[in-house]
């Protein structure tokens, strides 16, 4: 297998552009699509920033086994 030199966000925002109506993530019977998981992302990074997490800043994530996991990531 070879490994991406490609970050996660990169990666993301790739898999959006191509088919950003595809199920990316199926949990407890909901579906989420490239471009919702692109869209969460986004307001979950906003709301960081608005907290003065920024580029460079350590943070801790706590979470139970969700979708929530994917989105923060």
Not at 6 to 29: E, S, W
Not at 30 to 45: I, K, P, Q
């Amino acid at each position: 297998m070879e490994l991406l030199d490609i970050t996660f966000q990169d990666f993301l925002k790739v898999r959006v552009d191509k088919t950003p109506a595809k199920v990316a993530i199926v949990y407890k019977n909901n579906e989420y699509t490239w471009e919702d998981l692109w869209r969460l992302s986004g307001h979950c990074a906003l709301r960081l920033m608005e907290e003065g997490i920024g580029y460079g800043t350590f943070a801790a994530i706590w979470e139970c086994n969700s979708i929530a996991w994917v989105i923060h990531y």
